[in-house]
Structures are given as C-alpha cells and as structure tokens.
C-alpha cells in the first residue's frame, strides 16, 4: 500500500517556468491537500479538494492553480514560478469523519532560480 | 477550526519524560485532538488522536482534562530519534473543519 505518492521529488526551475506537482493517494480518501513549508518553518495551506471536482483556497494560493479531476489524483500548478515559491511542498490526504488523521506525502523539493 | 497555542520550542535529555501542551480555548464540542510529529525533510505523521480523559498508543499518551480547553501530549523516556516538530490540530470534518490548517507546532530537541 503506497499511501500519499508525489511526484517529482525535487526539481529545479527557472523564473517564469511552469510546472506541475502530481500527487496521488491509494486509500480512496475524499480530502486532499497542498501545503509550502519554507525552511524553519510551519506548514501553510495553499490549496484543498472536499472531492472529485472540487478545490478551494487556503492560506497562501496566490500564484498556484489546482486540479482534482480524478478522486486518487491532486495535481498543483506554478503558472510562472517565481524565486518566492522555492519551497518544499507537501500533499496530504485525510479520512472523512469525526477525525483529522491526515497523510502525507514525502515532498517536493523545488527551488526557483 | 479551533485556534492552538504551543510552546515554540522545547529541550529535553534522552530517557525523560516530555509533555507538550496544546490549548484550545475554543474547542467545540465536535471537534477532535490529533497530535503529528515531523521529522527534517519529511512529511508530519500522525502521531495520536483524542476527544476527553486519556488515550494511550506505543508512541505516546494524550492527557485531556475535563473542559478540553488544553491538552498534553506525552513522551515516556525520550530518544535523540524523538527529536522533532510536533503540531496539535483541533476540528471535525463534519463540522465544516474541511481545512487542516498547522501552527508553528513545538519544536523537542533531545540531547544526549
């Protein structure tokens, strides 16, 4: 059982590049997640889906776009990635129901250069 | 979703017992306590959940006192490996807690 799989696992990027961050769960979830966490740092929401079909804003969405086209698969997006989105980021899937247990995924190391 | 309050940071020697503090003034009567633990360069794990009293699991205890306005989670005999950020998170999904959003957590660091 794989769990939270993100793909790639790091990645080097040039101003303005675009690309795009897969991650994909096994566990048949109906949540999943994008957080950026900068070094020293905490967590910070960028983006969730409630379903297949459905995303929503967190914390810090500016300059990220996602897509839930498929229940196992949360894709995130960097239109023009910029040196501030040098980041790890980190998708997470959670159960639905009187609990918060989340998983996570092992991260994505990006740097924008 | 419930505002928490952590200590930033704690120390602590190897084979101590630690107890980290959480408060949530504003915790709702739905809502759950759930601790996670990060490790450098790794995604949080869950570490342990809990709605009143006492839970206890092969990782650690979680302490909730009648009012649930706080509660300590806890290390028995710590090692360098428990050396970690840990966050507590307040919701309920049903409740409309659809984000899960972390604080700064507490950050343990063990010595040897």
């Known amino acids: 059982n794989a769990g939270v799989t993100q793909t790639p696992k790091f990645r080097v990027l040039k101003t303005g590049q675009s690309m795009t961050l897969l991650c994909a769960q096994d566990m048949n979830h109906e949540y999943m997640y994008w957080y950026r966490q900068d070094p020293g740092m905490g967590l910070r929401l960028i983006h969730y889906?409630?379903?297949?079909?459905?995303?929503a804003k967190g914390e810090v969405p500016d300059g990220y776009n996602v897509s839930r086209l498929k229940k196992q698969n949360f894709l995130l997006g960097l239109e023009s990635a910029a040196p501030s989105q040098t980041s790890v980021y980190f998708c997470?899937?959670?159960?639905?129901?009187?609990?918060?247990?989340?998983?996570f995924g092992q991260g994505t190391r990006l740097t924008v250069v | 979703l419930a505002k928490t309050t952590q200590p930033i940071s704690m120390d602590s020697y190897e084979g101590q017992e630690v107890n980290i503090t959480c408060s949530h003034n504003?915790?709702?009567?739905?809502?759950?306590i759930t601790w996670y633990q990060q490790f450098p360069s790794q995604g949080p794990r869950f570490i342990i959940q809990?709605?009143?009293t006492k839970v206890t699991n092969e990782v650690a205890s979680l302490f909730i006192p009648a009012d649930r306005k706080s509660s300590t989670l806890s290390l028995p005999r710590v090692s360098l490996s428990d050396t970690a950020v840990y966050y507590c998170l307040v919701g309920d999904s049903l409740g409309g807690g659809n984000k899960l959003v972390f604080g700064a957590g507490t950050i343990l660091r063990v010595k040897s």
């Open positions: 997470a899937s959670r159960e639905v129901g009187n609990s918060d247990i989340a998983f």
């Open positions: 504003n915790i709702a009567t739905n809502d759950y």
């Open positions: 889906s409630v379903g297949e079909g459905t995303t």
């Open positions: 809990g709605y009143k």
